[in-house]
């Protein structure tokens, strides 16, 4: 009876020990993506007050919202998907004020449906940020992201418009998304670029 009682504390603390594992993991990929997103947004932030400082102050005031939202959730490692889609949302009202007419957002009804899945912080919105850094775009030629849920997954979407010259990418974001679902769901995002489109598939797992 003791021999079954140790091995199965011991398979308990192997649990324990496995979960502990995943929240250090899960904590340091947070400590590098939520300095990038304000060190990127205030650098947006710098670049408006120069050419417009109404709009930079609109600009700030919107970024605070943004703020409150980390810190509601500064300790979970997983989000309501509606969460995270408003978070998104306000981050593209922010962009749309330095590219002006020049990025366009789609939603579907499907996505206003799904309720009850967790997604990472911050993951919709690092999304968003690559789309629009690393794609030309113009009034007349805008990027076009949209935003689905299909066959089990949260889709993210745009068009491929190579930029002239491309800076260097630290791909922190896809690393970010890639790593957070795959501690936390063990399941993997699904990437996709036939030339045209880029598309980045999320699982969608019940809380």
Do not use: C, W
Not at 13 to 37: A, D, I, M
Not at 46 to 75: E, P
Not at 87 to 98: A, V
Not at 183 to 207: A, C, H, R, S
């Amino acid at each position: 009876m003791e021999s079954v009682q140790a091995i199965a504390r011991i398979k308990e603390l192997e649990q324990e020990n496995e979960r502990l594992k995943k929240e250090v993991q899960l904590t340091k990929l947070r400590r590098k993506v939520t300095p990038h997103f304000l060190f990127n947004s205030l650098s947006v932030a710098m670049g408006l007050v120069m050419q417009d400082r109404k709009t930079a102050v609109a600009f700030l005031r919107d970024l605070a919202k943004m703020y409150r939202y980390l810190l509601s959730y500064g300790n979970e490692y997983a989000v309501p998907i509606e969460q995270e889609v408003e978070m998104m949302e306000q981050y593209f009202g922010l962009m749309s004020l330095r590219h002006v007419d020049s990025i366009r957002l789609n939603i579907t009804p499907e996505v206003r449906k799904a309720k009850g899945y967790g997604i990472p912080p911050l993951s919709l919105q690092g999304l968003l940020e690559n789309a629009i850094r690393h794609n030309a775009h113009s009034k007349k030629q805008p990027l076009n992201v949209t935003l689905d849920v299909r066959d089990g997954y949260l889709i993210m979407q745009n068009n491929i418009m190579p930029l002239v010259a491309v800076g260097e990418s630290t791909k922190m974001g896809l690393a970010y998304i890639t790593e957070s679902v795959r501690l936390l769901y063990n399941q993997d995002i699904k990437i996709e670029n036939d030339g045209k489109t880029f598309t980045v598939m999320i699982p969608l797992v019940k809380e």
